[in-house]
C-alpha cells in the first residue's frame, strides 16, 4: 500500500524538505544501514516514532520509505484505519497481501510451507474455512514473515497510525517486535498516544522494546517562517511569520492548514494581517459542515463524506455507489477534492485522504442521520461488490437497529467468517450488535449460542454468561442445540476451575432431557467432570456407577463400530441407532473406564483392554479427534496417559505425536496446542528424555501464560516442569518455579498432572522440609485414598512419605513403602513396580535395600522409565558400598544412563562415588 502524502504539512515545504527532523532521519538511516550490512550480518531493529496529531509522523514514514527502497528493502507498509480499527486484520492485510500475491508458485510454497490454510485466509489470499485459534494465526504470520525474510531479505515493516490499527493486527505485531532483531527485519511504527484502554499494554510493551524511539516535537520560529515563505513568498513580514508560528503552536500540519487559508483569502502576509490569523486558524482547524460546503460545494462533499465511511485504501467507484453519483459526476467530485488538497491518489489507482485529520473532520462534519445511511448504503454496496461480509461488516455496526431479519443473518454469517480467519473479538462485535437489532423471538437463543460459542476458545467466562442466557431464554433452543450448549457451557467451567459446577449441570440436564442419544451424551458428560475432579464425596460410588453405565450400553446393543472411525472417507452414519455410533458414546465411555481404572491402580491389563477397544483399527474413532467438539480433547488425552501409566509409551506417543500435528495444521495455538506439548513433555519425562521434557514443558507453559494463571493447563505445565527440573538436578530452580507460579495450597479442584498435593510435598522433602512434607503427603494421601485413587506414579505419595517419616519412625516408613509396593504390583506395570522398590529401598538398610534396588533394577529395565532406571542403578551401587566390582558396575551404568537422559544432578552424584574412596 502507498503511503499518504503529507499534504504539506508534517514539517515538510513544497520541495519535500523536512524540517527539524534531521535525528529522527538520521536515525532511519542508521537502522537501515545496520539492516543492510553485507554478507548476511544484517541487524534488525525496532523504530518507533511518537507524537501528537499533524507533527509529521506520516510525512516521517514516507521518508523512512523512500530511503528503504533505494537501499534495496523490501517495504511492507500499511495504515491504521479510523473507522477500521475494528476490521481484523486490515494493517497485515495491507502488509502481507500485495508481496504474497506477487509470489512465485515455488517461491508461494517455501513461504507458505503448511500455514496457507491458516494464514491464508487472514492474510485475504483465501476464503475463510473452518474456525481458527487466534493464537494459531499469530504463529502463522510469524512463520510466513519469517520465510519472507529469507526470500525478499532485507525487509522493511511500516505501520503508520498505529494507535488505529486493529486488535488483531496489533496483538500480532506485539509478538513480531520481540523477534525483528533475529529474523533480521526492520520495524517502523508512528503512532499517537490515543491508543484504546484495551491497548495500553500492548502499546507500553512496543515502546519499552523499541531500539530507537523519538517523538516528533512542535516546529521552531526559525521553521514556521521558511514554510511561511516557502507558501506565500519571500516578502512574508518577520511579524506576520512569528504570528503564523504563535496560533498553530508550531505544528506542521496546522500550519499548512493556516496558510492554505491564508491564500484562498489573498491576505496579505504583512503585520497588519496578523489580527485575522487566529479565526483563520480556527477556521482551518475546526472544517465545520459550513466550512466544507462552503469550500466544495454539496455535490463533492457527499463524495468526501462517502471516502470518509471507507476511511482508507478508497476505491472510486464504491464511493460513487455509496454517494449515489454517477461516473461522469464522480469524476468531477474527485477533481474537486484533489484541487482542494482533500483526497489524492494511490499507485494503485485509489484514493485516500491527504491527512488523517481532513478525514476525521470530514466524518465528522456528516449528519447523525446521513452517517447510518452510507454506512448502511456502504455494507450493501460492499457486498455486491464481492468484497465479502468480513468488509463490509464494520458498516452493519453503525447502522440503527431496526429489528430487521436480513441484518441479523448476515451478522451472523460474519461472524462465522471471523471466525474461520481467527478473529473471535470481531465475531463477538457482530453478535453482539445482532442481539440488539434484535433477532426474532425464535432466533435469540440461537445468536446466544453463537456468541458463547465464539468466545469459547478465548474467553470462558464469556462463554459461560451468554450460555447460560441461551439456555434459559424462554423460546429456547432445538433439542439438539440445547444438549451441545449445555456440553459447551460445562467446558467453559471447567476450563474455569469450576468442575464441580460443571458435573452438575451435565446431570441437571440429563435428568430434564428425553431418552436418546443427547440424554446418553451429558450422561457421558456427567462421568467425564465428575471423573477429573480431584474431590468427589463418592469417589469409589462414582466408579461404580460409570462401570454400570458402561455395562448398560452394552445390553442396549452399543458395540464399537464406529462407522466413521474405521473409515475417515465414509459420509456421515444413517438416522436411528447410528447416531450413537457417531456420537462415539461406548468409545467415550470405554476411555473413562480406562481412565477411571489407571487412577484406582487396577491392573494394566484390564485398563489396556478398555483402551484398546476405543480404537478401532487402532486409530482414534474420529468423535474422539483431537480437534473433534463432539467431547474435547480431554477424552484423547486421558486415552493416551492410561497408556503412558501402562507402560505402553508407543501408543502414547503416537497419540500426542498426532495431537501436536493436528492442532498445529488446525492452528490451534492457544491452550490446545499447550495441552499437548504438556502430554508430550510428560511422554519425555517418563522416557528419561529429560532435555525434550524441559522442551515442550517450556512451550505448554507458555501456552498457559498466554491464557492466565490459575488454568488447569498452568497448574499441569508448572508442576511437570518443576519435577523435571528437579530431576535434571536443577532443584533450585524447580523451588523457584513453584514460588513464582504459587503452586502449592491452595489446590485447584480439577486433578493435576502429576497430583499437585503430592508434588507440592516432594518439593518441600528435596529443599529438607522433612516435617512440612510428611504434612502435606499425609493429607494427600488421605484425600487421594478417600476418592479411589490409588495409582504410584501419577501419585507416589506413599514411597516419599515413607521417607519423609524415616529419620524419626523408621517402622512407619517401610510399613508405608511396603504397602507402596504392594499397589504398585496389583497395577502390574514394571515402571510402577520398579519405582516402589526404589522408594522402598531408601527407608531400608544397606542389605535389604540393596536386595530391593536389585530387584527394581530387574523391573526398570525391563520399563520405559530410562530416568528412574538410571537412579535406581546408582542408589544400588551406593548400597552395595566399598569398591565392590558389582556396586561400580552400577555405578557406571548408571552414570551413562544418566547421562543420556541428562539427570545432570544424578550424573555427577554417580561420578562423585565412582571416585577412589568414595565410598567405604
Sequence with gaps: MAEGKAGGGGGAGRDGELHEREAEVRSAVQAIEALTRPAGTGVGELLLYTGAAGLGKTAMLTEVRRTAKRAGCTVLFARGGQRQCHEPFHVVRQLVRPVLSALSADERAEVFGPWEDIVGPAAGLRPPGGQLDPQGVRDGLDFVLTRLVQVRSPLAVLVDDLHWADPESLGW?????????????????????????????????????????????????????????????AQAEDAFCRHVWAVTGGNPYETAALLREVADQRLDPVEESTGLLRELAATARGMTLRHWLDRLGPTALRFAWA??????????????????????????????????????????????????????????????????????????????????????????????????????????????????????????????????????????????????????????????NQLRLALADPYGLDPGLRVDATFRLAQALAHSNRLGEAAALCAEEAARTPQGPGRLRLEVAHFMFSSFRSEDEDGPGLSRRLARFHRMLDTVGLAFTDVDAADPGTGPAPRGEAVFERDGLAHAVAVLRCWDLTLRGADRARALALAESALPGGRLPRSLGWTNTTWGFELP????????????????????????????????????????????????????????????????????????????????????????????????????????????????????????????????????????????????????????????????????????????????????????????????????????????????????????????????????????HAIALVDLGEALGAAAPAARTALTRGLELAERCGADGLAARARGLLRPGAQG
Excluded at 521552531?220 to 511561511?228: D, G, I, K
Excluded at 447510518?372 to 440503527?400: D, F
Excluded at 460474519?414 to 432466533?443: F, T
Design 173 to 233: 505485531l506485539a509478538g513480531f517486535a520481540v523477534r525483528a532483531r533475529e529474523l533480521p527485519a526492520l520495524l517502523v511504527l508512528a503512532c499517537r498516544d490515543e491508543f484504546p484502554d484495551d491497548a495500553l499494554a500492548l502499546q507500553r510493551g512496543l515502546t519499552e522494546r523499541a531500539d530507537r524511539r523519538h517523538e516528533l516535537r512542535p516546529l521552531q520560529p526559525a521553521s514556521v517562517t521558511h514554510l511561511v515563505r516557502a507558501a506565500l513568498g
Design 637 to 868: 488425552g486421558i486415552l493416551g496417559l492410561s497408556y503412558l501409566y501402562a507402560d505402553r509409551v508407543d501408543r502414547a506417543e503416537e497419540l500426542f505425536t498426532e495431537a501436536v500435528r493436528a492442532y498445529e495444521v488446525a492452528g490451534w495455538s492457544g491452550g490446545h496446542l499447550g495441552f499437548a506439548h504438556l502430554l508430550t513433555g510428560m511422554l519425555r519425562f517418563r522416557c528419561g528424555a529429560l532435555a525434550e521434557a524441559e522442551d515442550h514443558l517450556r512451550r505448554a507453559l507458555r501456552s498457559a501464560a498466554r491464557i492466565g494463571p490459575g488454568t488447569p493447563l498452568h497448574w499441569d505445565a508448572v508442576g511437570a516442569l518443576a519435577e523435571t527440573l528437579a530431576a535434571r538436578g536443577r532443584l533450585d530452580e524447580a523451588l523457584e518455579l513453584a514460588r513464582e507460579h504459587a503452586y502449592g495450597p491452595p489446590y485447584p479442584s480439577v486433578m493435576v498432572l502429576p497430583d499437585a498435593p503430592t508434588l507440592y510435598g516432594r518439593l518441600l522433602l528435596a529443599r529438607g522440609d522433612a516435617p512440612g512434607a510428611a504434612e502435606v503427603l499425609t493429607a494427600a494421601g488421605a484425600a487421594l485414598d478417600a476418592r479411589g485413587w490409588r495409582n504410584t506414579v501419577w501419585a507416589p505419595w506413599l514411597g516419599h512419605l515413607a521417607r519423609a517419616v524415616a529419620p524419626d519412625r523408621p517402622d512407619r516408613a517401610r510399613e508405608l513403602a511396603e504397602e507402596a509396593v504392594r499397589r504398585a504390583r496389583e497395577a502390574g506395570t514394571a515402571s510402577a513396580v520398579g519405582s516402589a522398590l526404589r522408594l522402598c529401598a531408601a527407608v531400608h538398610e544397606p542389605p535389604r535395600a540393596a536386595e530391593l534396588l536389585t530387584e527394581a533394577v530387574r523391573h526398570l529395565e525391563r520399563s520405559p522409565a530410562r530416568y528412574e
Design 307 to 464: 471516502a470518509s465511511v471507507l476511511d482508507t485504501d478508497i476505491r472510486p467507484d464504491l464511493a460513487a455507489a455509496i454517494c449515489a453519483q454517477g461516473p461522469e459526476t464522480a469524476a468531477q467530485s474527485v477533481q474537486e477534492l484533489r484541487r482542494h488538497r482533500v483526497l489524492t491518489g494511490t499507485s494503485a489507482g485509489r484514493l485516500e485522504f491527504v491527512h488523517p485529520l481532513v478525514a476525521a473532520s470530514v466524518y465528522r462534519s456528516m449528519p447523525p442521520a446521513t452517517r447510518t445511511g452510507m454506512h448502511g448504503v456502504a455494507a450493501v454496496e460492499i457486498e455486491n461488490a464481492g468484497l465479502g461480509l468480513l468488509a463490509a461488516s464494520r458498516h452493519l455496526l453503525e447502522i440503527l437497529p431496526e429489528e430487521d431479519g436480513s441484518i441479523v443473518d448476515k451478522l451472523r454469517r460474519a461472524a462465522r467468517e471471523h471466525l474461520a480467519i481467527g478473529a473471535p473479538g470481531a465475531a463477538q462485535r457482530c453478535l453482539r450488535r445482532a442481539i440488539s437489532e434484535p433477532p426474532a423471538d425464535q432466533d435469540r437463543a440461537s445468536v446466544l449460542y453463537e456468541l458463547g460459542c465464539s468466545a469459547l476458545l478465548t474467553d470462558p467466562a464469556t462463554t459461560v
